[in-house]
């Protein structure tokens, strides 16, 4: 009894996605979609030709392409990292700048629904020194670390 086995092109230990640019036509890129790499070099392979092909090698289970591997338009030699997530002492820091700001905002809105009267002038000129001194804060302020 014999035992078939389907070689796809994406299966195989030698073959590698092909260099592409976005938004060019397919006749015009630089590289077919799949090249082999088993003799040291990028041969462009059709998927036809790769399932007929004698030194077709399974690739190794567990094993997942690595991202050096493609080089395309987009990867172009970039190294992938994932941005850390952001400490409690950071999101706190975040959440004081805000309230400074949005009360900086009040005292200003306020002082602008005060001013009525020539009487109410050194009461909006307070409440206006107020809202600076808050926003001067949100925006400079030096907050620990820990």
């Keep these: 009894m014999a035992t078939a086995t389907l070689q796809t092109v994406w299966d195989c230990r030698w073959s590698r996605p092909g260099h592409h640019i976005t ?3 397919d006749a015009l890129q630089p590289e077919t979609t799949w090249v082999c790499t088993r003799d040291g070099d990028r041969r462009a392979v059709c998927s036809d030709e790769c399932a007929r092909c004698s030194r077709w090698e399974p690739l190794a289970a567990g094993n997942p ?13 970039r190294v992938i990292e994932g941005a850390p997530a952001p400490t409690a002492i950071d999101v706190a820091r975040a959440a004081l700048r805000a309230v400074l700001v949005v009360t900086a905002l009040g005292f200003v809105a306020i002082g602008v629904t005060v001013l009525t009267d020539p009487l109410s002038v050194p009461m909006t000129v307070g409440l206006w020194l107020c809202g600076a001194a808050l926003l001067g804060l949100a925006v400079f302020g030096q907050f620990p670390a820990d």
């Design 65 to 77: 392409i690595q991202l050096s591997n493609l080089r395309g338009a987009i990867f172009s030699d």
């Design 23 to 25: 938004g060019v036509s």
